[in-house]
T-cell receptor, first 114, second 114 residues
């Protein structure tokens, strides 16, 4: 157990729907990162939050949004889902805003859009 | 933009053999960090080893070591005395100093045969 908790582990939904993925960082970690791992594109950085504020943004679609709450857990919201959004979504956390040592990943949420 | 290339999509070796996974990267920065992550069938992303670009000495973690060639922008991973539990996808990743995101390669699927 890495200490980073992601729920749910699996999610199957239909096109056009909206889902919310949840991440609880390791105790003491202030930064949360979201990554998307799809079959044809490897791991892609989506967004980072540090202590409740957005710190960095990657290739995140406008249909996707995220937030980090006062208790430091984070949610990734995916709306108007398309077949191509099917992927493994990882959350990772780190103590600070920068991650020289590499951060700790959760076990991911497998999203299947049908 | 930084890119990371893993030229070996798949590799297979016998248990107890030594195997080397290749990784090259492209950057104009002088200070950065390099990582190898392991993703076993459980999907968990596990940090194997990391290297700071300013350090000339190659990093070592038990059976895992790297060959970091900064001028050639090469960062290979050597696994000695390979074990069945080393079977996994291995991802090379790059992070610019002060940046927030990891840039991943496409991965190498390593199979250790009994």
């Amino acid at each position: 157990d890495s200490g980073v908790t992601q729920t749910p582990k699996h999610l199957i939904t239909a096109t056009g729907q909206r889902v919310t993925l949840r991440c609880s960082p390791r105790s003491g970690d202030l930064s949360v990162y979201w990554y998307q791992q799809s079959l044809d594109q490897g791991l892609q950085f989506l967004i980072q939050y540090y202590n409740g504020e957005e710190r960095a943004k990657g290739n995140i679609l406008e249909r996707f949004s995220a937030q980090q709450f006062p208790d430091l857990h984070s949610e990734l919201n995916l709306s108007s889902l398309e077949l191509g959004d099917s992927a493994l979504y990882f959350c990772a956390s780190s103590v600070g805003a920068g991650v020289r040592g590499g951060y700790t990943f959760g076990s991911g949420t497998r999203l299947t859009v049908v | 933009a930084q890119t990371v290339t893993q030229s070996q999509p798949e590799m297979s070796v016998q248990e107890a053999e030594t195997v080397t996974l290749s990784c090259t990267y492209d950057t104009s920065e002088n200070n950065y960090y390099l990582f190898w992550y392991k993703q076993p069938p459980s999907r968990q992303m596990i940090l194997v080893i990391r290297q700071e670009a300013y350090k000339q000495q190659n990093a070592t973690e038990n059976r895992f070591s790297v060959n970091f060639q900064k001028a050639a922008k090469s960062f290979s991973l050597k696994i000695s005395d390979s074990q069945l539990g080393d079977t996994a996808m291995y991802f090379c990743a790059f992070m610019e100093q002060g940046a927030q995101k990891l840039v991943f390669g496409q991965g190498t699927r390593l199979t250790i045969n009994p």
